[in-house]
C-alpha cells in the first residue's frame, strides 16, 4: 500500500431498501456502484433529487447497511471494509480517519458553541487551552459573532448552526471527509468562506466526498462528478 493508493475505494456496491410497513416493498437505490477517491482531491455526487446521493453518502459513512459490495478506506497502514466492519472498528474509523459534515447540527444540550466545536481536537490529545483558541479562530473566520460563542446552539439560526457544525465538522484533520450540503443555508460571504476552507483541505492532502447542491460552490472545489444516476439505472 502506498500514498498513491485511493483513500475511499467502493466496488460493486448494491442496496434495495425493503418498507416492512409498505407489505415489504423493494426500493432498489443502488446497483453495482463503483468509484475511487484520492487524498486532495474533491468528488462530488451528482443526479437530480431522489437518484440516491445522500443514501450512498450514508453507506459509506456506514449509517446504511449495504446488501453487497465493498467501501474500503485506508486507515493508516490498514485499509477498513466500512461494509463488513464491527461496530467498534467503524467507531475508531470515525474517530480518527473519516468525518462527516451533514446539514444539520446534533445539538447537545447545555454545551456552548466553542466548546462544541473544540470538542474533536480535545477527543484527539489536543490540550483545552488551544483547541479552545482555534475553535474561535474558525468560528471567527465563519462570522460567527463573538457573543454568541459561549451559548447552546439550539437557539441559533439556521445558518448559524450550520456554521458552528462545519467548524465543528472541519477543526481537525480526518483524511476523509463526507459533505453532505455544507453550505445549504448560508449566505454568500459564508459560502465563500466555506469553499476557502474546503481548499485548505484539499491541500491539507484531504479526500472529500460530497453532495453539493449549490453549483457555484460544486465547480470551484470539485475536481469531477459521480453521476449517481448511472448506479440508479442499473438498480
Ligand atoms: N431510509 C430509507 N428508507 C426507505 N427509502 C429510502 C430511505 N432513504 C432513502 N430512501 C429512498 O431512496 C431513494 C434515494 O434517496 P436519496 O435521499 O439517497 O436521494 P438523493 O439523490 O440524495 O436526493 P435529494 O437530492 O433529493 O436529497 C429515494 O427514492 C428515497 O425515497
Given at each position: 500500500m502506498t500514498q498513491t493508493d485511493p483513500i475511499l475505494t467502493v466496488a460493486g456496491l448494491s442496496k434495495t431498501f425493503i418498507l416492512h410497513l409498505r407489505e415489504g416493498a423493494r426500493l432498489p437505490v443502488v446497483a453495482g456502484a463503483g468509484f475511487e477517491l484520492h487524498a486532495g482531491e474533491c468528488v462530488a455526487l451528482g443526479g437530480p433529487?431522489?437518484?440516491?446521493?445522500?443514501?450512498?453518502?450514508?453507506?459509506?459513512?456506514?449509517?446504511?447497511?449495504?446488501?453487497?459490495?465493498?467501501?474500503?478506506?485506508?486507515?493508516?497502514?490498514?485499509?477498513?471494509?466500512?461494509a463488513t466492519a464491527d461496530p467498534r472498528r467503524l467507531i475508531r474509523l470515525r474517530?480518527?480517519?473519516?468525518?462527516?459534515?451533514?446539514?444539520?447540527?446534533?445539538?447537545?444540550?447545555?454545551?456552548?458553541?466553542?466548546?462544541?466545536?473544540?470538542?474533536?481536537?480535545?477527543?484527539?490529545?489536543?490540550?483545552r487551552e488551544e483547541a479552545t483558541a482555534r475553535a474561535g479562530a474558525l468560528l471567527a473566520r465563519l462570522n460567527l459573532p463573538e457573543r454568541l460563542w459561549q451559548l447552546p446552539p439550539a437557539t441559533f439560526s439556521g445558518g448559524e448552526q450550520q456554521r458552528v457544525?462545519?467548524?465543528?465538522?472541519?477543526?481537525?484533520?480526518?483524511?476523509?471527509?463526507?459533505m453532505d450540503e455544507p453550505t445549504a443555508s448560508l449566505d454568500a460571504a459564508n459560502r465563500a468562506v466555506v469553499v476557502e476552507l474546503i481548499e485548505e483541505k484539499k491541500r491539507a492532502g484531504v479526500g472529500i466526498l460530497g453532495i453539493f447542491h449549490d453549483a457555484e460552490v460544486r465547480e470551484a472545489v470539485c475536481d469531477r462528478v459521480i453521476d449517481?444516476?448511472?448506479?440508479a439505472r442499473a438498480a
Open positions: 433529487s431522489g437518484a440516491g446521493k445522500s443514501s450512498l453518502l450514508k453507506m459509506v459513512y456506514g449509517n446504511y447497511r449495504v446488501d453487497a459490495g465493498t467501501i474500503q478506506v485506508r486507515d493508516g497502514d490498514e485499509t477498513v471494509d466500512v474517530g480518527q480517519t473519516m468525518g462527516y459534515v451533514s446539514q444539520f447540527l446534533r445539538v447537545i444540550p447545555r454545551v456552548g458553541a466553542l466548546d462544541v466545536v473544540a470538542e474533536p481536537l480535545i477527543g484527539d490529545g489536543v490540550a457544525n462545519i467548524a465543528r465538522g472541519l477543526i481537525a484533520h480526518r483524511p476523509l471527509l463526507l449517481v444516476t448511472e448506479f
